[in-house]
């Protein structure tokens, strides 16, 4: 039964596998045996929601797919509001693309800001899959993609020293794609492309500018930030690709989304047509509403069946910034105050150290809500750590930290981070922001000081792949009031990058 099991989730034909993660939680159960849990059903059925209202799109993707198969490439982005969904087609088409038997590698923003973390990830499983191309990177550049942390920053550092050095490895990377492209069609998925690290933007832009003319195809959601982004690159990327708009569903579409989730639940089309009302056809915001209220038990998951209301006594959060204080709420104590701890904001995500170093709890008990946080669906798991599945419900936690715990999380973040720092100019800056936001300004000022050496001996050829620390860095500067002699270091380093 489970080797069956098995090859079903193989199959390439997708009525071949099994419907959604409740059928395949139901039949694990039984293969085992394992008694039934209603929670983790219900929770399968709320991850298992259809593609709904973006026929067009997948067809255009399919349109491009055929035509990179015969050696002529492009670049499709996606733009919509949060909630609308780009990310959910995304990942639907990247699936799509690898059972069509296209070489597909994904990446997103979620690594970070320091330089070529989104550029590592596609490097990376680009070897994964033809490791012979490994011969098209010199010996230098292949360490900034090797395994070992330290070996990874010492190679950076020797990137980012050299202008012509970070010229030669923007131009290796450029041929390695083209070179994959050529021994296999291949296509490159990106979430949140607005939001990745300048380096690799800068060579996804030149990729997608040259697929027109080899089997090589880039398809990416632009991210909530892409709209108010005024960088030239990003400009330049929306001028080499075909950008999509998508559009709020229709009220027959929120049906269906919500039918293949709940089946054909009793009154389930009233609550349709009532979710469409208050979200404005958004399904982000519906899934949430049903989410809350599979959590509050008014539908409930009971033996194999949806059991909805007739109507609802009280009321449904109307916004979703209320939407979220009421999830908030419903966390236990233990898992809010943990997550509260984690909300600092900064410009990489969580790894397990900084979780450890957070945390007020024991470490049995750290790892237990950090499972706890991934189910209620506040974290998403990494390969080394966790981030916010939505940055707004990171901020509303934050807001709700007294000031003297925002400063003590700081202080923990800072030393947790400083290990990394030497050597590795995004981390010093990072831990010199978590050192000022903690109230350690002679701490802080030291590093600054140290920080702008490293870029005068660098001979300030690297300050671009820091750019955005260096903003929030001077508007802390003035927040704090520490004087124009503090804020003569980054405005220096901006303005010896072009910034002004």
């Given at each position: 039964?489970?080797?069956?099991?098995?090859?079903?989730?193989?199959?390439i034909?997708?009525?071949?596998r099994p419907?959604?993660t409740?059928?395949?939680i139901?039949?694990?159960?039984?293969i085992?045996?394992?008694?039934?849990?209603?929670?983790?059903?219900?929770?399968?059925?709320?991850?298992?929601?259809?593609?709904?209202?973006?026929?067009?799109?997948?067809?255009?993707?399919?349109?491009?797919?055929?035509?990179v198969?015969?050696?002529?490439?492009?670049?499709?982005l996606?733009?919509?509001?949060?909630?609308?969904?780009?990310?959910?087609l995304?990942?639907?088409?990247?699936?799509?693309?690898?059972?069509?038997?296209?070489?597909?590698l994904?990446?997103?923003?979620?690594?970070?800001?320091?330089?070529?973390?989104?550029?590592?990830?596609?490097?990376?499983?680009?070897?994964?899959?033809?490791?012979?191309?490994?011969?098209?990177?010199?010996?230098?550049?292949?360490?900034?993609f090797?395994?070992?942390?330290?070996?990874?920053?010492?190679?950076?550092?020797?990137?980012?020293?050299?202008?012509?050095?970070?010229?030669?490895l923007?131009q290796?990377?450029?041929a390695?794609?083209?070179?994959?492209?050529?021994?296999?069609?291949?296509?490159?998925?990106?979430?949140?492309?607005?939001?990745?690290?300048?380096?690799?933007?800068?060579?996804l832009?030149?990729?997608a500018?040259?697929?027109?003319?080899?089997?090589?195809l880039?398809?990416?959601?632009?991210?909530?930030?892409?709209?108010?982004?005024p960088?030239?690159?990003?400009?330049?990327?929306?001028n080499?690709?075909?950008?999509?708009?998508?559009?709020?569903?229709?009220?027959?579409?929120?049906l269906?989304?919500?039918?293949?989730v709940?089946g054909?639940?009793?009154?389930?089309?009233r609550?349709?047509?009532?979710?469409?009302?208050?979200?404005?056809?958004?399904?982000?915001?519906?899934?949430?509403?049903?989410?809350?209220?599979v959590?509050?038990?008014?539908?409930?998951?009971?033996?194999?069946?949806?059991?909805?209301?007739?109507?609802?006594?009280?009321?449904?959060?109307?916004?979703?910034?209320?939407?979220?204080?009421?999830?908030i709420?419903?966390?236990?104590?233990?898992?809010?105050?943990?997550?509260?701890?984690?909300s600092?904001?900064?410009?990489?995500p969580?790894r397990?150290?900084d979780?450890?170093?957070?945390?007020?709890?024991?470490?049995?008990?750290?790892?237990?809500?950090?499972?706890?946080l991934?189910?209620?669906?506040?974290?998403?798991?990494?390969?080394?750590?966790?981030?916010?599945?939505?940055?707004?419900v990171?901020?509303?936690?934050?807001?709700?930290?007294?000031?003297?715990?925002?400063?003590?999380?700081?202080?923990?973040?800072?030393?947790?981070?400083?290990?990394?720092?030497?050597g590795?100019?995004?981390?010093q800056l990072?831990?010199c922001?978590?050192?000022?936001?903690?109230?350690?300004?002679?701490?802080g000022?030291?590093?600054?000081?140290?920080?702008?050496?490293?870029?005068a001996?660098?001979?300030?050829?690297?300050?671009?792949?820091?750019?955005?620390?260096?903003e929030?860095?001077?508007?802390?500067?003035?927040?704090?009031?520490?004087?124009e002699?503090?804020?003569?270091?980054?405005?220096?380093?901006?303005?010896?990058?072009?910034y002004?």
């Open positions: 039964e489970l080797d069956r099991l098995i090859l079903a989730l193989l199959a034909a997708r009525e071949g419907e959604n409740a059928a395949l139901e039949r694990l159960s039984g085992a045996p394992l008694a039934r849990e209603q929670e983790t059903s219900a929770r399968g059925y709320l991850d298992s929601q259809s593609l709904v209202g973006r026929e067009r799109e997948q067809k255009r993707v399919q349109d491009l797919l055929h035509a198969k015969a050696g002529r490439g492009g670049a499709l996606f733009e919509g509001e949060p909630g609308l969904g780009c990310s959910r995304l990942s639907e088409l990247a699936v799509s693309a690898r059972v069509s038997g296209v070489l597909t994904t990446t997103d923003a979620s690594l970070g800001l320091a330089p070529y973390a989104a550029a590592r990830e596609l490097v990376r499983a680009l070897f994964a899959a033809l490791p012979a191309l490994a011969r098209e990177l010199t010996a230098a550049q292949l360490e900034l090797c395994e070992d942390p330290a070996r990874q920053r010492n190679a950076l550092v020797g990137f980012l020293a050299s202008p012509e050095q970070q010229l030669l923007q290796g990377l450029h390695l794609f083209l070179a994959a492209s050529a021994a296999r069609p291949l296509v490159i998925a990106v979430d949140d492309l607005a939001d990745v690290d300048a380096e690799s933007l800068a060579l832009t030149a990729l500018r040259r697929a027109s003319a080899h089997p090589l880039l398809i990416a959601a632009l991210g909530r930030n892409a709209a108010r982004d960088s030239a690159v990003l400009g330049s990327l929306r080499a690709g075909e950008l999509v708009q998508l559009a709020p569903l229709q009220a027959s579409e929120t269906l989304l919500l039918r293949s709940f054909d639940a009793p009154y389930l089309e609550w349709a047509a009532k979710l469409h009302a208050q979200t404005g056809g958004n399904p982000g915001h519906c899934l949430e509403l049903a989410e809350h209220l959590r509050t038990r008014a539908f409930r998951y009971d033996e194999g069946m949806w059991v909805l209301p007739p109507s609802l006594p009280g009321e449904l959060p109307k916004t979703r910034d209320e939407a979220r204080r009421v999830r709420e419903q966390l236990s104590a233990d898992a809010r105050t943990l997550a509260q701890l984690l600092i904001p900064d410009y990489a969580l397990a150290a979780c450890d170093a957070l945390s007020t709890f024991a470490p049995d008990q750290t790892r237990s809500l950090l499972d706890g991934v189910r209620e669906g506040i974290l998403r798991p990494l390969r080394d750590g966790y981030r916010f599945a939505q940055d707004e990171r901020r509303a936690l934050h807001e709700q930290l007294e000031p003297a715990l925002r400063a003590s999380c700081h202080l923990r973040l800072a030393r947790a981070l400083a290990p990394c720092a030497p590795d100019l995004h981390t990072r831990v922001i978590h050192y000022l936001r903690a109230g350690e300004r002679e701490r000022c030291e590093l600054l000081r140290q920080f702008g050496l490293c870029f001996h660098a001979e300030l050829s690297s300050v671009s792949t820091v750019t955005v620390l260096l929030d860095l001077c508007a802390l500067l003035e927040e704090l009031q520490l004087g002699h503090a804020l003569a270091s980054p405005l220096a380093l901006l303005a010896s990058a072009g002004f």
